[in-house]
């Protein structure tokens, strides 16, 4: 390591001490360097100014000849129309409803009962995808909607694995009340590859690993850390590894009460619309369960209590995965029971879990009532079949 005095101003050694991901071995593809105490946090180290320094002198030496090729050739003055996308779903992108697709504001008559500044969202490519990935005669499987693209899945959709870096899928039904439980098998690893797996929301962001925002709780297999909203956290005595069998455990007592609302459908002018509600609204953190507890089990050995008094809303099983370019997929397999090879045998007086195979079929919101005035917002409740 540098010695401290023949650092770049404005880096301190911290910030290039060699941490976790480094050589020795105990790192899991994300730079997170010690922050004090048991927690930490990934950053990166600015720019020293002599980089900077050197970047702006080439930017002088440009001359009029080269402000004349494509590089630098100016944009018309008429940008291009921009085509409006008839509807979308969160698919890899991210969360809530038509994620992706054009939307725009919404005030109902005064005899619909929807808020002022509520968002329409087109709902015709999203339900057709979802019907594709879920039906109520088929079992919890992985998503492949709710994923992202990066992430491959096996063709009876339980097993998982990426080589491009963190990030997350997410099963096709999630819970937000009860108690429930499911185990993860890790298949391979292989010198480079890593795992945080856990609980995700539906606003989860799917491009990030489990844990990195505030809206997933994951279980890190280096050290056997809990993470949420990216921080770490001590928890298990050591981590996890391949051929190690890890159980999710969360309760959600009365949670129904505590879940934010979820996407009306409606038919407006004609074609399906989810109703969103306002971003003021869905700025507003959700408010915690009284009770709520995850647990984490490694080969049915309870490691502790990892997060208490979650935020409500509905949780679904979520992994993500890490490995190098070069090296084979790290790879895990899902079991939404109802057999498990690790059912725990105590849960220290919670509640007994269901096995998440158990969960039912989810269907949107539907509300009756009649159609706005002069045809101004024709409105139709709709159902999925």
């Known amino acids: 390591m540098e010695h401290p005095s023949d650092l770049p101003a404005g880096v301190s050694p911290a ?25 930490a946090f990934a950053f990166v180290a600015p720019p020293s100014s002599s980089n900077q320094n050197q970047s702006k002198k080439k930017k002088k030496k440009r001359n009029k000849r080269d402000e004349n090729t494509i590089w630098t050739r100016p944009a018309p003055r008429k940008p291009k129309k921009k085509t409006s996308q008839a509807g979308g779903a969160a698919g890899a992108s991210g969360s809530g409803a038509g994620s992706g697709a054009h939307h725009f504001t919404f005030t109902p008559p005064p005899n619909v009962c929807f808020e002022p500044g509520s968002v329409l969202v087109p709902a015709a490519a999203r339900l057709a995808a979802e019907r594709a990935d879920d039906a109520p005669d088929q079992p919890v499987l992985l998503s492949r909607l709710y994923r992202s693209e990066k992430i491959e899945v096996s063709d009876d959709r339980l097993a998982a694995g ?60 280096v050290d056997g850390a809990k993470v949420h909203k990216a921080w770490r956290d001590k928890y298990g005595d050591q981590g996890y590894g391949e051929g190690d069998v890890v159980g999710f ?10 879940e ?17 509600a306002s971003k003021e609204k869905l700025k507003t953190p959700p408010t915690a369960v009284p009770g709520s507890e995850i647990r984490y089990f490694k080969n049915g050995v309870s490691q502790g209590s990892a997060f208490k008094d979650i935020p409500g809303g509905r949780y679904y099983p979520a ?23 690790f059912f725990p045998q105590d849960f220290e ?16 919101q539907v509300k009756n009532e009649g159609p706005g005035e002069n045809d101004i917002a024709e409105i139709k409740k709709l159902a999925i079949a």
């Open 15 to 39: 910030a290039v001490a060699p941490g976790p991901g480094s050589s020795n071995g105990q790192g899991d593809g994300i730079g997170d360097t010690s922050a004090g105490g048991s927690r």
């Open 162 to 221: 990426s080589t491009k870096g963190y990030r997350m899928v997410r099963a096709t039904r999630g819970a937000a009340a009860g108690a429930w439980y499911f185990e993860v098998r890790v298949v391979h690893l292989g010198t480079t590859g890593h795992t945080r797996l856990g609980w995700a929301t539906d606003r989860a962001d799917l491009q990030l690993p489990v844990g990195c925002d505030a809206y997933s709780f994951g279980y890190r297999d």
């Open 249 to 258: 455990y969360i309760s959600l007592p009365d949670g129904e009460q505590f």
């Open 260 to 276: 934010p609302e979820q996407p009306t459908l409606i038919e407006y002018k004609g074609k399906p619309f989810f109703v969103q």
């Open 319 to 341: 992994a993500s995965m890490y490995t190098l370019p070069d090296q084979p997929n790290c790879v895990v397999k899902f079991n939404f029971g109802p057999d498990f090879e």
């Open 349 to 364: 007086g919670l509640p007994i879990p269901q096995p998440m195979s158990q969960v039912p079929y989810q269907t949107y």
